[in-house]
T-cell receptor, first 112, second 109 residues
Framework: GQQLNQSPQSMFIQEGEDVSMNCTSS?????WLWYKQDPGEGPVLLIA?????ELTSNGRLTAQFGITRKDSFLNISASIPSDVGIYFC????????????FGKGTLLTVNP | NAGVTQTPKFRVLKTGQSMTLLCAQD?????MYWYRQDPGMGLRLIHY???????AKGEVPDGYNVSRLKKQNFLLGLESAAPSQTSVYFC????????FGQGTRLTVV
């Protein structure tokens, strides 16, 4: 089946630093999604990407859909303590496939 | 506009007991999903539905059953709970963009 490799598994950074995380897939996706999960909550959609090469921003967050359609990255600039959480990538191959494939997440800790 | 609502939020079961988790959505989505989340395992799909009256198996369906009698509701049932089913369960709706509920934390003792 489809697999997503998300890295790094965890990051510990200082407030104000920039962060980068990425996902790679064994197969092509038509959609890439990035979610954030706060402790005790459900994942919340941050950014959705629909075209190869697409670069989309949401405040301090920027995500890109890789040209090969097999990867995506998420950058967070000038991190703040409330950025703490687990970030998940997810991919959708489209067509008759209704299911999202999720990465295992990147745990981000921000030291004030 | 509540989005996706899961009930209950917490539950403790004894081994062998049964229970039903309810997911209700007001987003008029055809697609609904049940996931479980375990440490280090990410989100794993249990069952899903592409419309009222339809259900299908995901990655980890064993020990669970589902029903989608109404478009807005998707029920997840555990007929005979086992400790291995201790997990956090999430319902989600939507096709290309999934929107999640707040989760149900289930402990089976």
């Amino acid at each position: 089946g489809q697999q997503l490799n998300q890295s790094p598994q965890s990051m510990f950074i200082q407030e104000g630093e920039d962060v980068s995380m990425n996902c790679t897939s064994s197969s092509i996706f038509n959609t890439w999604l990035w979610y954030k999960q706060d402790p005790g909550e459900g994942p919340v959609l941050l950014i959705a990407l629909y075209k190869a090469g697409e670069l989309t921003s949401n405040g301090r967050l920027t995500a890109q859909f890789g040209i090969t359609r097999k990867d995506s990255f998420l950058n967070i600039s000038a991190s703040i303590p409330s950025d703490v959480g687990i970030y998940f990538c997810a991919g959708h191959s489209g067509g008759s496939n209704y299911k999202l494939t999720f990465g295992k997440g990147t745990l981000l800790t921000v030291n004030p | 506009n509540a989005g996706v609502t899961q009930t209950p939020k917490f539950r403790v079961l004894k081994t062998g007991q049964s229970m039903t988790l309810l997911c209700a959505q007001d987003m008029n989505h055809e697609y609904m999903y049940w996931y479980r989340q375990d440490p280090g395992m990410g989100l794993r799909l249990i069952h899903y539905s592409v419309g009222e009256g339809t259900t299908a198996k995901g990655e980890v369906p064993d020990g669970y059953n589902v029903s989608r009698l109404k478009k807005q509701n998707f029920l997840l049932g555990l007929e005979s709970a086992a400790p291995s089913q201790t997990s956090v369960y999430f319902c989600a709706t939507g096709r290309t963009e999934a929107f999640f509920g707040q989760g149900t934390r289930l402990t089976v003792v």
